[in-house]
Nanobody
Framework: QVQLVESGGGSVQPGGSLRLSCVAS?????????VGWFRQAPGKEREGVAT??????TYTASVKGRFTISSDNAKKTLYLQMNSLKPDDTAMYYC?????????????????????WGQGTQVTVSS
């Protein structure tokens, strides 16, 4: 139904930059939309990083001013530009999308959504 493939992760030093991409294939969705980027560090719960609702973007406080979410609907691709990376940004980063309100239940900024997830891409920030 929905496949999301993330790429662009890697290992960088503090202060470095990475650009994550998420390409979607969603041939059976009547209504498809990217929801955003989430991350999960070892031993921690998955958390929202940045979401996009066609004209509105929302960021968790710790990444505001450093990360930028964007999408190219024609290419069905979601991006996350990450600048001034910090060790606390180290995590597996996941792309999430909504297909007709189906998928796995997850709370996004306190609102229950039903999401499809990619397999994740690892970001490691270390000196």
């Amino acid at each position: 139904q929905v496949q999301l493939v993330e790429s662009g992760g890697g290992s960088v030093q503090p202060g470095g930059s990475l650009r994550l991409s998420c390409v979607a294939s969603a041939s059976e969705c009547n209504r498809f939309s990217f929801v955003g980027w989430f991350r999960q560090a070892p031993g921690k719960e998955r958390e929202g990083v940045a979401t996009i609702d066609p004209r509105t973007t929302t960021y968790t406080a710790s990444v505001k001013g450093r990360f930028t979410i964007s999408s190219d609907n024609a290419k069905k691709t979601l991006y996350l530009q990450m600048n001034s990376l910090k060790p606390d940004d180290t995590a597996m980063y996941y792309c999430a999308a909504d297909c007709d309100g189906r998928g796995v239940r997850f709370s996004v900024w306190g609102r229950l959504r039903y999401l499809y997830w990619g397999q994740g891409t690892q970001v490691t920030v270390s000196s």
